[in-house]
């Protein structure tokens, strides 16, 4: 397993991108201010995740990824351990918002996430199409922290 730093043509991942955030005017909006990863396995490219600064004392996840294929194999975990790792001396905060899916909710919980706050309507007011997950269209966005 090995996890790159894309600085160059992040444009290139939209593809798996596009898995965790369907909409690619939104991705556009944070991926240049980001720094993204990309963990590849025996060379393949897995996951991604794109890190943001809010501010001095807190880092944002944008967006982690996985291809279908590779999900459920801990990936997504090696990239959450590696951001944590890798910015635990300089910030205090690691913050995250995703949708209303107990899956996804659940996961990120069991890495040491506590929900925040909601951001009521952000699906609807942010998106030009609704967005499904499990089946479900996700409305509010769930806001979570974990201390680092």
Known sequence: ???????????DYMDILLIGDEDKKMINKYLEQSI???LYENNVLTSVCT?????????????LATYPQYQNKGYATALINFVCNKY???????ILGTGE????????????????????????????HPIF??????????????IL
């Open 1 to 11: 397993m090995k996890i790159k730093e894309i600085t160059i043509n992040k444009t």
């Open 36 to 38: 993204l990863y990309a």
């Open 51 to 63: 890190v943001v600064e809010i501010d001095n004392e807190t880092i944002e996840i944008k967006n």
């Open 88 to 94: 635990k001396t300089k910030f205090k905060y690691l």
């Open 101 to 128: 899916n107990n899956k996804t909710l659940n996961f990120y919980k069991k890495h040491g996430f506590q929900e925040t706050h909601k951001l009521k309507n952000f699906f609807i007011d942010n998106y030009t």
């Open 133 to 146: 997950e499990n089946g479900k269209q996700l409305v509010d966005m769930i806001y979570l922290k974990k």
